[in-house]
């Protein structure tokens, strides 16, 4: 069966950055593409980055271009979002997500991780 498990996740202050990374198994993870989404409290989820499955081709939602970095590693079976000058907005559950296709939108995916919580204070 398969199963994401995201960890990172935690409090950091304005201006500051953390690593995410999802671990995967029970699936042939370099057959999947991955993807970043997150919600916050009152919010729909929304897309924040994916990769395609060999990490050749990325895409980040405007909001977070050029502050965060998505990878892969296919060794590993592990998918990482760095997240370098957070602010407040970016405070939410990230959750990572395994799909057949490189996309940005969260029906596109097949598997999903429990979420990890990141809280930027300012």
């Known amino acids: 069966q398969a199963q994401l498990v995201e960890s990172g996740g935690g409090l950091v202050q304005a201006g500051g950055s953390l690593r995410l990374s999802c671990a995967a198994s029970?699936?042939?993870?370099?057959?999947?593409?991955m993807g970043w989404f997150r919600q916050a409290p009152g919010k729909e989820r929304e897309f924040v980055a994916a990769?395609?499955?060999?990490?050749?081709?990325?895409y980040y939602a405007d909001s977070v271009k050029g502050r965060f970095t998505i990878s892969r590693d296919n060794t590993k079976n592990t998918v990482y979002l760095q997240m370098n000058s957070l602010n407040v907005e970016d405070t939410a559950v990230y959750y990572c997500?395994?799909?057949?296709?490189?996309?940005?939108?969260?029906?596109?995916?097949?598997?999903w991780g429990q979420g990890t919580q990141v809280t930027v204070s300012s």
């Open positions: 990769i395609s499955r060999g990490g050749a081709s990325t």
């Open positions: 997500a395994a799909g057949f296709y490189t996309m940005t939108i969260s029906t596109a995916y097949q598997y």
């Open positions: 029970g699936l042939t993870f370099s057959t999947y593409a």
